[in-house]
């Protein structure tokens, strides 16, 4: 399938100057992810003259998504983050890690900031259905020991969904 074809929705993140370099960050640390294309505008724009600004379509974990580099007209906030699903503790460690090379900060809850300050949600699979237990008090003991950590401990977790 083409490219354009693959989605009719997609998400589109706008950087400054670094949409290619993230682009080839996120796809060296994903499977099944790559840089599709880049492409520079070759028409003179408010972002700068011809050549200057480029979109980048790339796919993360078979997604397609796209980022155009076109000046500091927006920066992210955490209104916006990436949400990453992991099966256990070494994936969420791997790709916790892999997210802070190079300037990233970490945040609470899971949550971490990428050094192109894209916002990040590293979080264990399982944490949707325990957060969603019919047991409120379970629900409960889970998000009191989610909102102590920063990076998220798989076992502390399900320790305190079963005490």
């Known amino acids: 399938m083409a490219l354009g074809e693959r989605s009719k929705i997609f998400t589109h993140l706008w950087y400054a100057k670094e949409a290619e370099e993230a682009a080839r960050f996120y796809a060296s640390i994903f499977p099944d992810s790559r840089v599709d ?30 980022a155009i580099s ?12 990436m949400v990453v699903r992991c099966d256990d503790q070494a994936e969420l460690d791997r790709y916790w890690t892999a997210l802070l090379e190079g300037g990233g900060k970490e945040q609470a809850c899971g ?27 379970r629900s409960k003991r889970v998000s009191d020991a989610l909102l102590k950590m920063a ?12 005490s």
């Open 70 to 81: 076109a000046g500091p007209h927006h920066e992210f906030n955490d209104a916006i983050s």
């Open 37 to 66: 294309r880049v492409t520079p505008l070759l028409s003179d724009s408010p972002s700068g003259p011809p050549g200057s600004v480029k979109v980048v379509d790339f796919t993360l974990f078979g997604q397609r998504f796209q």
């Open 111 to 137: 949550w971490l900031i990428d050094r192109f300050g894209l916002r990040w949600q590293i979080v264990p699979a399982i944490l949707d259905e325990m957060m969603r237990d019919k047991d409120l008090a």
């Open 151 to 162: 990076k998220l401990d798989i076992a502390a977790l399900e320790k305190a969904y079963r």
